[in-house]
């Protein structure tokens, strides 16, 4: 347990669905990330989010939708995904952005596109 | 520009030791390690600094070498419990100031 809470684990979703991964860490930490894990590829950086702001979006689809309602919490929204978007999608926050200290990750959520 | 990590996998007996390189084509502000096991959330082992000093808990140490734009991970007395994939991300400072970039991975199997 790393105190980064992710929900759900597994999800698989049809391309026309509408659905969303939630993220939620009671650190008290500042700064919040997307990254996407595919198979035999290295980590990837989605979106940071530093005190609620949106500070990177690494050139994501506008079909993944990221939301920081308050700094214990972040959403991904999806829509409209294509096969090739599944993948293991991890949050993880630290205390503050840029990253010079210890980033807790989520355990991830297993999407699979059909 | 993400990060090459070698070697890609090696399997280690209990005790052996085992180094994991990563090097960057870009000039380096910091190399982060982790350590993610099969099904599980990656872990943090550390963070090198530029012009910082090696560092090291019990027996798994890293060290970094600014001109070669290299960090090296050094496990010593590898236990069963060290197994799982290594990566190493990179932060070049500058305009990419606090963005990570992970390596691939290197996957560690250490057997009894």
């Known amino acids: 347990e790393t105190g980064v809470t992710q929900t759900p684990r597994h999800l698989v979703m049809g391309m026309t669905n509408k659905k969303s991964l939630k993220c939620e860490q009671h650190l008290g930490h500042n700064a919040m990330y997307w990254y996407k894990q595919s198979a035999k590829k290295p980590l990837e950086l989605m979106f940071v989010?530093?005190?609620?702001?949106?500070?990177e979006n690494n050139s994501v689809p506008s079909r993944f939708s990221p939301e920081c309602p308050n700094s214990s919490h972040l959403f991904l929204h999806l829509h409209t995904l294509q096969p090739e978007d599944s993948a293991l999608y991890l949050c993880a926050s630290s205390q503050d952005q840029p990253v010079n200290t210890e980033a807790f990750f989520g355990q991830g959520t297993r999407l699979t596109v059909v | 520009q993400q990060p090459v990590q070698s070697p890609q996998a090696v399997i280690l007996r209990e005790g052996e030791d085992a180094v994991i390189n990563c090097s960057s084509s870009?000039?380096?502000?910091?190399v982060h390690w982790y350590r993610q096991k099969h099904g599980e959330a990656p872990v943090f082992l550390m963070i090198l600094l530029k012009g910082g000093e090696q560092k090291g808990h019990e027996k798994i140490s890293a060290s970094f070498n600014e001109k070669k734009q290299q960090s090296s991970l050094y496990l010593t007395a590898s236990q069963l419990s060290y197994s799982g994939t290594y990566f190493c991300g990179t932060d070049a400072g500058g305009t990419s100031y606090g963005k990570l970039t992970f390596g691939q991975g290197t996957i560690l199997t250490v057997h009894p």
């Open positions: 870009k000039a380096l502000y910091s």
């Open positions: 989010y530093n005190f609620k702001e949106q500070t």
